[in-house]
C-alpha cells in the first residue's frame, strides 16, 4: 500500500476507525487520556507497517490487534499504571442521564466493570464489535473455545448480576419501555 | 478469513511477547475449553437473556462511539500523510 491515493484512502479509513478504537482502548485501560494515547501510538504504528496490511483483510481488526499488543508490551513496560479495575469507569461514566432506560444501563456497566479484563475484553469483541469467534481468537492469540468459553462466562456472570436470568421473573420476560430481544445469536 | 492472520501478523514481535506471557494462562483456559465447553455450556443462557446482555452492551459502547472526536486524531492523521508525501 504506497502511493499518494492509497494513502489518502488510508487515512480516510483509519479516521473512520477512530471512535472504534477509542471505545476499545477504553474498555482496556479506562482512563481517557491513556486510551487516547494509546489510539495515537496505534494510529502511528499502524501507519508506518501499512505495507503489511493485507489489502481486503479486516482493517479493523488488523488495527485493534495493534492496539491491544501495543497495551500489553506498554503494561508490561510499567508506562501505564494499570490494574485488574481499570476498564471499568470508562464505560459508567458514558452512560448519560437522560436517555431512556439509563438506570439498566448505569447497572449494566457497573456488572460489566466487574469482570475479568480478559472476559470484558472478548465480550467487547465478539458482543460489542461483532467480531467473529474465530477473529477474537485471533486477535487475542488464544484458541476459538477460550474466546468462546471467556464470552460465555462473561454473560452468564453478567445475567446472573443483573437478574436477567430468572425467567420466571415477569420483569425478566420482557418489560415494556424496555426493548427485551436484540439480533440474538 | 482468508488473508486475516497475515495483516495481523503485521504487529508480531509485539504479538510473540504477548504470547509468551500468556502462555500459562492460555495452556490453562485452552485445556479447559476443549473439554470444558460443555461445562460452560451448562450454564448456557437462554437467548433471551443473551439478547438482552447484548443489547445493554452494544448501548454502552454506542456511547463511547458516539462520543466527539478531538481533533488530536485528525490532526496526528493529516500529518502522517504528510510525512507520506514528502518522503
Known amino acids: 500500500m504506497s502511493g499518494t491515493s492509497d494513502a489518502t484512502s488510508l487515512q480516510k479509513e483509519l479516521a473512520q476507525l477512530v471512535?472504534?478504537?477509542?471505545?476499545?482502548?477504553?474498555?482496556?485501560?479506562?482512563?481517557?487520556?491513556q486510551a487516547d494515547d494509546l489510539v495515537q501510538e496505534t494510529l502511528v504504528k499502524a501507519w508506518r507497517s501499512r505495507d503489511s496490511f493485507a489489502e481486503g483483510s479486516?482493517?479493523?481488526?488488523?488495527?485493534?490487534?495493534?492496539?491491544?499488543?501495543?497495551?500489553?508490551?506498554?503494561r508490561r513496560k510499567r508506562k501505564f499504571e494499570v490494574h485488574d479495575t481499570d476498564?471499568?469507569?470508562?464505560?459508567?461514566?458514558?452512560?448519560?442521564?437522560?436517555?431512556?432506560?439509563?438506570?439498566?444501563?448505569?447497572?449494566f456497566a457497573k456488572a460489566f466493570a466487574t469482570l475479568p479484563a480478559e472476559q470484558r475484553e472478548a465480550l467487547i469483541l465478539v458482543?460489542?464489535?461483532?467480531?467473529?469467534y474465530e477473529d477474537a481468537a485471533l486477535m487475542c492469540g488464544c484458541a476459538v473455545g477460550t474466546i468462546k468459553s471467556r464470552v460465555n462466562r462473561a454473560r452468564v456472570k453478567l445475567a446472573e448480576m443483573l437478574g436477567v436470568n430468572e425467567t420466571d421473573d415477569p420483569e425478566a420476560e420482557g418489560t415494556a419501555g424496555r426493548p427485551t430481544r436484540a439480533t440474538a445469536g | 478469513m482468508h488473508d486475516?492472520?497475515?495483516?495481523?501478523?503485521?504487529?508480531?514481535?509485539?504479538?510473540?511477547?504477548?504470547?509468551?506471557?500468556?502462555?500459562?494462562?492460555?495452556?490453562?483456559?485452552?485445556?479447559?475449553?476443549?473439554?470444558?465447553?460443555?461445562?460452560d455450556s451448562h450454564v448456557l443462557l437462554p437467548r433471551e437473556a443473551q439478547g438482552r446482555i447484548g443489547q445493554h452492551l452494544r448501548r454502552v459502547y454506542g456511547e463511547i462511539l458516539s462520543?466527539?472526536?478531538?481533533?488530536?486524531?485528525?490532526?496526528l492523521l493529516d500529518s502522517l500523510a504528510?510525512?507520506?508525501?514528502s518522503e
Do not use: Y
Not at chain 1, 62 to 74: D, G, H, K, V
Open chain 2, 67 to 75: 462520543e466527539p472526536l478531538p481533533d488530536k486524531f485528525s490532526q
Open chain 2, 4 to 39: 486475516e492472520g497475515e495483516g495481523i501478523a503485521a504487529d508480531s514481535s509485539v504479538g510473540r511477547r504477548k504470547l509468551m506471557h500468556r502462555k500459562d494462562e492460555k495452556d490453562v483456559e485452552a485445556g479447559a475449553a476443549k473439554t470444558g465447553l460443555k461445562e
Open chain 2, 82 to 85: 504528510k510525512t507520506e508525501r
Open chain 1, 58 to 74: 479486516n482493517l479493523k481488526a488488523w488495527l485493534f490487534t495493534i492496539l491491544r499488543n501495543t497495551f500489553l508490551s506498554e
Open chain 1, 87 to 107: 476498564g471499568k469507569l470508562a464505560m459508567q461514566l458514558s452512560v448519560k442521564g437522560e436517555q431512556p432506560g439509563h438506570m439498566d444501563l448505569i447497572d
Open chain 1, 19 to 33: 471512535p472504534n478504537l477509542r471505545a476499545f482502548a477504553r474498555s482496556l485501560c479506562g482512563n481517557t487520556d
Open chain 1, 127 to 132: 458482543g460489542a464489535e461483532g467480531f467473529a
